[in-house]
């Protein structure tokens, strides 16, 4: 059964508006490497105070699409994001698009919470951009998963 996020976002705002949190996994590649759909989740907790580049929030677009980013930077209140696997900043985000904060990333059966060293080991030196471009240039992918199709032609069956 497929599910529609625009359909839970309510539910999503009032468990986190009660102080809960809310555990989702991401659809997409815009969070790879730290992300990866299918087996990877996030915690989501109620954006409080004021929101830092570094912190990975999910809001929502003007065009109605649900996204995971992270914050680069701070502009008179206003957000400028980037996803970890992308180098396009995305300008202009309000506060009132955030529905929440990531609190906790899970991978298999590890937790690691936002403020741990690995988080924040991976955080200064996978989303330092001049790395991540340099990266990008000399490898020339952005994390491609293969899909059972490029699998197929690899092996030629």
Known sequence: MKYRLKEYEEIIREVLESGGEFQMYPKGTS??????????????VKPEGQLSPGDIIFYRRRSGAYVLHRI?????GNYVLCGDNQIQMENDI?????IGRVSAVGR?????????????LYERIWCFFPFRRLYFRVFGHRYRIKTPER?????RF
């Open 108 to 120: 298999g059966n590890r937790v690691y919470k936002k403020d741990s060293f690995p988080m924040r």
């Open 72 to 76: 680069v930077r701070v502009n008179e």
């Open 94 to 98: 309000r506060r009132e698009q955030v």
């Open 151 to 155: 699998i197929k032609r690899c092996f």
């Open 31 to 44: 969070m790879l490497p730290l992300l990866r759909e299918g087996s990877d989740w996030v915690m989501l």
